[in-house]
């Protein structure tokens, strides 16, 4: 494998178009480390998504219960 000249830099983010052996081209990607702040603010955001998940499977289950005595008074 090897560069063939052209390379974008974003910010964090190194995008570089590349060739490999039978000629192919490709696009390969290399993302440098994230902060001490940015972990913990993923770590977070994961966290709450975790819990939101959660929430909305008892809200799901709750829900399956009413309907489930509702339709059996109704039988």
Do not use: P
Request: glycine fraction near 6%; charged fraction near 30%.
């Amino acid at each position: 494998m090897h560069k063939i000249g052209i390379m974008f830099r974003l910010k964090n983010l190194i995008i570089m178009k590349q060739k490999n052996r039978v000629g192919e081209h490709y696009f390969r990607w290399l993302d440098m480390e994230t902060c001490t702040r940015g972990k913990n603010v993923v770590l977070g955001l994961l966290r709450r998504t975790r819990m939101m998940e959660i929430e909305m499977r008892e809200t799901e289950e709750r829900k399956n219960v009413v309907v489930n005595t509702l339709q059996s008074i109704e039988a």
